[in-house]
């Protein structure tokens, strides 16, 4: 079994070949007794296009037994899943836990989601573990994802919390809460009294302005582009989390929120700007595979000349023209997989890159560290240590360059395995001279 952190993927095929599958998750707390569980089966913008594929204690099942919440008690669930039955317009299987009362999810003492196989002879796949510790205010959890991407189904460690109980949870994927009625009022409401006391002659007086506000796009109205279009000049664009494919144009002054999400195609460029005014904030931005012998395939990000671009917390993975701030020569390898690692142990790794500007790094896996920290512009050799992870567990994650408000991500993969040597030492993974 394979142990993840917050934000680790995997292809499922990787983690096994069937295709029935089985959630539980367990809460533990001391004061917190009762939590609702719910698997949100949402289209390809994150909405809830159709309620039965909402499974939590009321519906348990969604529609042809694709998703069935199979066991339930206060702290605990299970959700049984069969992938070859979800229908082609669910795009992600959302898994959460809402506190029922009040108290905050800093108040959990621990958590475990497991992901396995279903069926009488099932095996435990992979393990997400987490804490109180790792939450502040929120009421509600989005613990993990299973996810379509490039034709294939994929799991997410997810670890989200939300601000908000089960009702908001709704609210957030498009879903409606049915109510009752209000009941009438017993008495009326006072009635004001006819003539007001003069405010006393110190008193200023206050005239009030309304101050005009941005308008806000939550929902997506088809595609992402098609979105894009219909907002108008000053809004602020909020994108739904998860996965949003492009390519896109932002051909008006706007503010495009991912609040985490990502926007990605096989070729770039996957964003174009072609406006002054633009803000991209607390975004990832991916060109997936670029086809090399296509030009402008590996460009992440585009932003045309005289436009200019406000960059709030984005990351790419891929190049960016037209930003002078982090514009330039960047040498990074496209991907580095570590191999076999020894578990427990101190594993070494060097590779060389090259940047035409000073950047923070780091990397975004439990256990693993770099040296140093920061980078001066020019050719520079990074140490990558492997530290005290336990056996069987996948790495996933990226290394993050930063400057500029900007984080060119490299994904970073590995595997700790018992049989592999003792700690490697000083391995060059990926040298400059002759790289592909």
């Given at each position: 079994?394979?142990?993840?952190?917050?934000?680790?993927?995997?292809?499922?095929?990787?983690?096994?070949?069937?295709?029935?599958?089985?959630?539980?998750?367990?809460?533990?707390?001391?004061?917190?007794?009762?939590?609702?569980?719910?698997?949100?089966?949402?289209?390809?913008?994150?909405?809830?296009?159709?309620?039965?594929?909402?499974?939590?204690?009321?519906?348990?099942?969604?529609?042809?037994?694709?998703?069935?919440?199979?066991?339930?008690?206060?702290?605990?669930?299970?959700?049984?899943?069969?992938?070859?039955?979800?229908?082609?317009?669910?795009?992600?299987?959302?898994?959460?836990?809402?506190?029922?009362?009040?108290?905050?999810?800093?108040?959990?003492?621990?958590?475990?989601?497991?992901?396995?196989?279903?069926?009488?002879?099932?095996?435990?796949?992979?393990?997400?573990?987490?804490?109180?510790?790792?939450?502040?205010?929120?009421?509600?959890?989005?613990?993990?994802?299973?996810?379509?991407?490039?034709?294939?189904?994929?799991?997410?460690?997810?670890?989200?919390?939300?601000?908000?109980?089960?009702?908001?949870?709704?609210?957030?994927?498009?879903?409606?809460?049915?109510?009752?009625?209000?009941?009438?009022?017993?008495?009326?409401?006072?009635?004001?009294?006819?003539?007001?006391?003069?405010?006393?002659?110190?008193?200023?007086?206050?005239?009030?302005?309304?101050?005009?506000?941005?308008?806000?796009?939550?929902?997506?109205?088809?595609?992402?582009?098609?979105?894009?279009?219909?907002?108008?000049?000053?809004?602020?664009?909020?994108?739904?989390?998860?996965?949003?494919?492009?390519?896109?144009?932002?051909?008006?002054?706007?503010?495009?929120d991912g609040a985490g999400a990502v926007i990605w195609a096989q070729n770039g460029p996957?964003?174009?700007?072609?406006?002054?005014?633009?803000?991209?904030?607390?975004?990832?931005?991916?060109?997936?595979?670029?086809?090399?012998?296509?030009?402008?395939?590996?460009?992440?990000?585009?932003?045309?000349?005289?436009?200019?671009?406000?960059?709030?917390?984005?990351?790419?993975?891929?190049?960016?023209?037209?930003?002078?701030?982090?514009e330039g020569e960047w040498r990074l390898p496209p991907s580095l997989d570590l191999g076999?690692?020894?578990?427990?142990?101190?594993?070494?790794?060097?590779?060389?890159?090259?940047?035409?500007?000073?950047?923070?790094?780091?990397?975004?896996?439990?256990?693993?560290?770099?040296?140093?920290?920061?980078?001066?512009?020019?050719?520079?050799?990074?140490?990558?240590?492997?530290?005290?992870?336990?056996?069987?567990?996948?790495?996933?994650?990226?290394?993050?360059?930063?400057?500029?408000?900007?984080?060119?991500?490299?994904?970073?993969?590995?595997?700790?395995?018992?049989?592999?040597?003792?700690?490697?030492?000083?391995?060059?993974?990926?040298?400059?001279?002759?790289?592909?």
């Open positions: 079994m394979q142990s993840f952190v917050r934000g680790q993927r995997a292809k499922i095929s990787q983690l096994s070949s069937s295709r029935c599958l089985s959630v539980e998750i367990a809460l533990s707390s001391a004061r917190l007794t009762v939590f609702d569980f719910v698997c949100f089966g949402v289209d390809g913008i994150g909405t809830l296009s159709d309620d039965r594929y909402m499974v939590f204690f009321n519906q348990k099942t969604a529609p042809d037994g694709c998703v069935t919440l199979e066991e339930l008690s206060d702290t605990k669930a299970r959700f049984s899943i069969d992938l070859d039955l979800v229908p082609t317009h669910i795009a992600r299987l959302v898994f959460t836990a809402s506190i029922d009362g009040t108290g905050t999810m800093s108040e959990l003492g621990s958590g475990v989601l497991t992901l396995n196989e279903a069926g009488a002879s099932s095996q435990a796949l992979l393990e997400y573990r987490f804490s109180g510790a790792d939450f502040k205010g929120e009421g509600a959890l989005m613990l993990g994802e299973i996810y379509r991407k490039d034709g294939e189904w994929r799991f997410w460690a997810q670890g989200q919390g939300f601000a908000g109980d089960l009702a908001a949870l709704l609210k957030f994927f498009g879903g409606q809460e049915v109510e009752s009625a209000a009941p009438p009022l017993r008495y009326p409401p006072p009635a004001p009294p006819l003539i007001q006391p003069p405010p006393p002659i110190s008193a200023p007086a206050v005239i009030s302005v309304p101050i005009p506000t941005a308008p806000v796009v939550s929902a997506l109205a088809g595609t992402l582009q098609q979105t894009l279009a219909q907002a108008t000049a000053g809004s602020v664009v909020t994108l739904p989390r998860g996965e949003h494919q492009g390519p896109i144009v932002i051909d008006k002054p706007l503010v495009l996957v964003v174009i700007v072609q406006s002054v005014g633009v803000t991209l904030r607390d975004l990832e931005i991916e060109a997936t595979s670029p086809d090399k012998s296509t030009p402008h395939s590996g460009i992440a990000l585009w932003v045309a000349p005289n436009m200019g671009a406000q960059l709030q917390n984005v990351r790419t993975r891929g190049e960016i023209l037209g930003v002078a701030s982090v076999e690692i020894a578990p427990r142990l101190e594993n070494t790794f060097e590779i060389q890159v090259e940047t035409p500007h000073a950047c923070e790094i780091k990397a975004s896996i439990a256990g693993v560290s770099l040296l140093p920290s920061r980078l001066e512009s020019g050719r520079q050799k990074i140490t990558i240590r492997v530290g005290n992870v336990g056996a069987d567990t996948f790495l996933a994650g990226n290394l993050e360059f930063s400057t500029g408000g900007v984080a060119r991500t490299v994904p970073l993969s590995g595997r700790t395995a018992a049989k592999a040597r003792a700690p490697v030492q000083h391995l060059v993974l990926w040298e400059l001279d002759g790289a592909a």
